[in-house]
């Protein structure tokens, strides 16, 4: 009898520590798993074909398993995982900016007659709350480029998200700025809505707000674009739940804009108080190197709106400390969870 429960004991004794072993396996490969890092290029694929900069002047060619939290990392709301792009009202960006980004720049360069195509899937979590209602870049993210690598290096197009304090609803706008004919001081920007404004709408003083646009487009609301560059014709898509789906093309390589006459009212009416009115080259981008960007390029900055009331902002900066601009909405936050990037091809198709 005695031998018999010394046996019984035993086997409950064995299976004990296999119960315990199995625990303490299956707890270590849950400790594992919870460890693991996802970076963005294991939620958008394509980020080999990329660089980036980031809004503390951070640099990088390499962006596979490349993260920096507070930047350039990825956020799950609960069902998705999502690409995020965070940058400041103040810190370190490009040569040729006033303004902050946490923005992939593309490797492959690429002309108007050429072709390229881009498209994002994203939501826009927040834009700075303090700006001036009178400059029109105040509130503002360019959330996709493209961009000129040769001439004036200008912008063909920049996709916009902006939205007033207060309002519950923001605007997606796009801007075709000129490629400029001889001084490229003269340059400008024509602005158009999609949903909600375009740029043009502003407050009538600093802290003055215009109504909230009826068709406009919340923070956290899903929209996608996509830009389609072929042959020298820019095809532009916006798509979003609950809203109309608009469509929009522009020549890239044969200017509209090449005499006095051919300029916008809206241009005469915004940049007046600046005083650029230029003209464009007949053939606009069509020899140029292009390339595209994205992510999160912060229009809101801090510098003095008299100095130009088109894009200098007078937004709060705290002294450049980006914690406290983190802390005090004094930054832009653009969130994707899905983008592509290749040649353009035939709008039919």
Same mark, same amino acid.
């Given at each position: ?16 520590? &296999? ?31 990329? $660089? ?9 060619? @390499?962006?596979?398993? %490349? ?5 350039? %990392?990825?956020? #799950? ?7 995020? %792009? ?6 370190? +960006? ?19 007659? +050429? ?9 826009? =979590? !927040? ?17 996709? =480029? ?5 001439? !004036?290096? #200008? ?28 001084? #490229? ?6 602005? +158009? ?12 003083? /600093?802290?003055?707000? /215009? ?12 929209? #996608? ?19 109309? +789906?608009?469509?929009?093309? &522009? ?12 300029? /916008?009212? =809206? ?11 230029? @003209?464009?080259?007949? *053939? ?18 801090? &510098? ?23 802390? *005090? ?7 994707? $969870? ?12």
């Amino acid at each position: 009898m005695k031998k018999a429960l010394f046996i019984l004991g035993t086997l409950l004794a064995i299976v004990a520590c &296999k119960n315990d072993s199995k625990k303490t396996s299956e707890s270590t490969i849950q400790s594992e798993s919870e460890d693991v890092t996802k970076y963005p290029s294991d939620v958008i694929s394509f980020m080999d074909e990329w $660089k980036i900069l980031l809004g503390d002047g951070t640099h990088t060619d @390499t962006l596979m398993n %490349y993260e920096k939290k507070g930047f350039f %990392y990825v956020s #799950n709301d609960g069902k998705t995982d999502w690409v995020v %792009y965070k940058t400041p009202n103040s810190g370190i +960006t490009s040569r040729t900016s006033s303004n902050t980004r946490t923005e992939l720049g593309q490797l492959k360069h690429w002309t108007p007659k +050429t072709g390229g195509k881009l498209t994002g899937t994203l939501k826009v =979590q !927040h834009v700075s709350t303090s700006g001036d209602a009178r400059v029109a870049a105040s509130y503002s993210v360019v959330i996709g =480029q493209i961009h000129s690598d040769e001439g !004036h290096e #200008n912008e063909p197009l920049k996709i916009y998200y902006k939205k007033f304090p207060g309002h519950k609803k923001g605007s997606v706008f796009w801007n075709y700025e000129i490629n400029t004919e001889g001084d #490229n001081s003269e340059r400008w920007d024509f602005s +158009t809505a999609v949903w909600g404004y375009d740029m043009s709408v502003l407050g009538s003083n /600093p802290n003055t707000y /215009p109504e909230e646009p009826t068709d406009g487009i919340e923070l956290g609301e899903v929209f #996608n674009y996509t830009v389609n560059v072929y042959k020298g014709i820019m095809y532009l898509t916006f798509i979003s739940d609950n809203h109309e +789906t608009k469509t929009f093309t &522009k020549n890239l390589i044969s200017s509209e804009y090449t005499n006095d006459s051919d300029i /916008p009212e =809206q241009i005469r009416r915004l940049y007046a108080v600046i005083d650029r009115d230029g @003209t464009e080259q007949p *053939n606009a981008y069509a020899e140029e190197l292009q390339y595209f960007k994205q992510g999160a390029y912060n229009q809101t900055n801090g &510098k003095d709106p008299e100095t130009n009331m088109i894009w200098s902002t007078g937004a709060e900066i705290y002294n450049g400390d980006i914690e406290k601009q983190y802390a *005090n909405g004094s930054y832009t936050e653009v969130w994707f $969870k899905e983008a592509t990037v290749g040649v353009g091809v035939s709008p039919d198709k």
